[in-house]
């Protein structure tokens, strides 16, 4: 029986090793056949990636014959510019040194026929100058002033040959300044401008009012405009040249009601330079407003000192300091700025002993090229040499309230006008 047994157990293991041998087999041929599918794939890639990559050397082979091609096509074109560019810029050096030559000539002759004349002869000739040589200039010419000056190592500010260091006598003290008169106009009087030691004009920003007095209070005359001034100055001849905020423009009025537009600009204070000329702070710029012998409008504009530094943040008002100077209250700012003519920084003021604050509202010079200067919020009026040192407060004897509006009168009589509730002109003597 055991051994009966014995042979059926090998029988039984016999069948199950053949059957697990079939099955291996069957796994052993799908591996195969994977294997070779997996082959065929892989050899089917490969060949497409030779083929992208012979058609990827082919297309840069073909684009780097473009490129070069195209780029030897533009450097010939920019050589041919560049030729015709240098012809130019020679032909125009060319034009411009036969300019200066011209230039140099007439400066030559001006000053051979000017020396040891009048003044009148003077502007007679360069009129008749301007006239002849004519000018290319369109109706409106736009100039910038020039920043070639070469700039001089210096140890103090100067203006002209006056330096800071140099000593001044006979300065005036608080001792001299003397009330005149004083009155109270119908208007606050933010604007004066005094036309002569006893009479002055007076107006209020936004309003439209300009109001004539004497020295003793008495209204004189009075002219209603058409439009709300920002500034006003007045001119040789007596008539107004007034700055209207809503049409944005610098009108001149005569007595009788007669309008003429001179300019159109946005603007803030007034004045009239030597020439008549308005000069206008425009923004965060000074402006001077010029007509030439063809009646052409030429506009200057001082806006950068000689280094490129902006001179103004808010300017509020302008009075010229002799024929060479502009001095500007940039109430912005926070301070006084004086310039040249040629937009040279010539020094700036930024209040007196122990101020905290100091907001100039106006400013005027006197026949001493002396600054004064209307510190509103301090209740304060500056006295300062024309190098801007300051001297004293007009005010400290005398008892005012936000003192606005200044003016000078041709014998050095200074006009100050409050914007209080008071409403006071006061006309002070300071000089001894």
């Not at 000017?114 to 002869?121: K, M, S």
């Not at 100058?129 to 920043?147: A, Q, R, W, Y």
């Not at 300062?384 to 400290?396: E, H, P, Q, S, V």
Request: charged letters at 25%; glycine letters at 6%; a neutral charge.
């Amino acid at each position: 029986m055991a051994q009966s047994k014995d042979g059926d157990l090998s029988k039984g293991s016999k069948e199950n090793l053949s059957k697990y041998l079939q099955k291996l087999d069957v796994k052993d041929k799908f591996i195969l056949d994977q294997l070779k599918t997996n082959n065929d794939i892989l050899h089917s890639v490969d060949g497409k990636v030779h083929e992208t990559k012979a058609e990827i050397i082919r297309t840069r082979d073909a684009l780097i014959a473009s490129v070069q091609a195209e780029s030897e096509t533009l450097i010939g074109q920019l050589e041919t510019m560049a030729e015709k560019n240098k012809s130019s810029v020679s032909a125009f050096n060319t034009k411009l040194q036969s300019d200066h030559d011209k230039i140099q000539d007439t400066m030559k002759t001006l000053r051979a026929k000017t020396e040891g004349r009048t003044p009148a002869y003077i502007d007679k000739l360069l009129k008749e100058t301007e006239s002849k040589n004519g000018t290319k200039d369109h109706d409106i010419v736009t100039l910038s002033i020039p920043k070639l000056l070469p700039q001089t190592e210096q140890t103090t500010p100067t203006i002209g040959k006056l330096h800071v260091e140099d000593r001044i006598v006979n300065l005036p003290t608080p001792a001299d300044v003397k009330v005149v008169k004083h009155f109270r106009p119908e208007v606050h009087a933010a604007e004066i401008r005094a036309i002569s030691p006893t009479q002055m004009w007076c107006g209020y920003f936004g309003d439209r009012s300009l109001l004539l007095y004497n020295i003793d209070g008495q209204k004189l005359n009075s002219v209603t405009l058409k439009f709300d001034i920002t500034g006003f100055a007045v001119n040789e001849k007596g008539n107004f040249i007034a700055c209207d905020r809503r049409t944005e423009s610098i009108k001149e009025i005569t007595l009788d009601g007669q309008v003429t537009t001179l300019c159109k600009t946005s603007s803030m204070g007034i004045c009239l330079n030597h020439k008549q000329q308005p000069v206008v702070c425009v923004l965060r710029s000074l402006v001077v407003y010029s007509t030439d012998c063809q009646n052409k409008l030429r506009i200057y504009k001082f806006d950068n000192d000689q280094e490129g530094n902006h001179l103004f943040v808010g300017p509020q008002r302008v009075s010229t300091n002799g024929p060479d100077y502009y001095c500007v209250a940039d109430t912005k700012g926070k301070k006084v700025v004086t310039i040249d003519v040629e937009s040279r920084l010539m020094w700036t003021y930024s209040g007196g002993p122990g101020q905290e604050e100091f907001k100039p509202i106006d400013v005027c010079c006197d026949s001493h090229m002396n600054v004064i200067v209307a510190d509103t919020f301090n209740n304060k009026v500056h006295l300062l040499t024309k190098d801007g040192r300051f001297i004293m407060y007009i005010t400290d004897r005398i008892d005012m309230e936000k003192p606005w509006g200044l003016s000078i009168s041709e014998d050095d009589t200074l006009w100050i006008g409050e914007c209080s509730d008071f409403n006071w002109v006061h006309v002070i003597k300071y000089l001894k």
